[in-house]
């Protein structure tokens, strides 16, 4: 019999700051580019598809995860700028997504993504955009395949830091970068309710 996790907390929204970094470039930028927030629908991430009930059959639903990431592209008050010396707007080009293993869990393969509209932060602003890959079903499928091959008595919820980094362009072609990363646990958690 399948050994299966449960999750109380499937509906819940859960707010993860970001661990951001100072982005590269942000002097030439003349500004601070960075993430605000990384927010998800659930820490908890199921990460293969179960059969809720064999007679139907009916199938736990399984969807691709996404995130939505705040951006703040702020001015530099230690230079001594004035409110009017607000930095120039940066317009995101690509992102990638590691999974970086903080247990024994399976290794999985990085993403590398063409952000999918043209998304601007004004300066002396901040901007969010959803909907961005956190843990896409290729992924989910990788893990499966992972996972199968682990012996049911050894399997685990497995934590990961997930880690965005986003390329981004400000207008007048300074190129910048900014990281930042949530934890996530990944396992085979039963999703079928009730």
């Not at 700051?17 to 100072?22: F, L, R």
């Not at 903080?102 to 043209?118: A, D, F, R």
């Not at 992924?139 to 830091?161: S, V």
Request: proline share 7%; hydrophobic share 35%.
């Amino acid at each position: 019999m399948k050994s299966k996790l449960t999750s109380g907390a499937i509906a819940l929204l859960t707010l993860m700051t970001a661990c951001g970094d100072v982005p590269t470039n942000s002097q030439a930028h003349g500004g601070i580019f960075g993430i605000e927030s990384i927010e998800v629908e659930n820490s908890d991430v199921d990460m293969v598809q179960s059969v809720c009930d064999p007679a139907g059959p009916t199938f736990e639903t399984f969807i691709k995860d996404t995130a939505q990431v705040s951006f703040f592209n702020q001015r530099f008050t230690e230079l001594g700028a004035t409110p009017q010396d607000e930095p120039p707007y940066v317009i995101l080009t690509d992102y990638t997504v590691e999974y970086v293993p903080l247990s024994n869990g399976p290794s999985l393969s990085p993403l590398e993504l063409q952000m999918p509209s043209t998304f601007r932060i004004p300066g002396g602003g901040t901007a969010a955009i959803g909907g961005l890959e956190l843990v896409p079903l290729s992924t989910k499928l990788q893990f499966m395949d992972k996972w199968a091959d682990i012996a049911p008595a050894n399997r685990n919820a497995y934590r990961y830091e997930v880690r965005y980094t986003f390329n981004a362009v400000d207008e007048f072609g300074v190129e910048l970068q900014t990281t930042g990363a949530v934890t996530l646990t990944l396992s085979d958690f039963d999703t079928c309710g009730g």
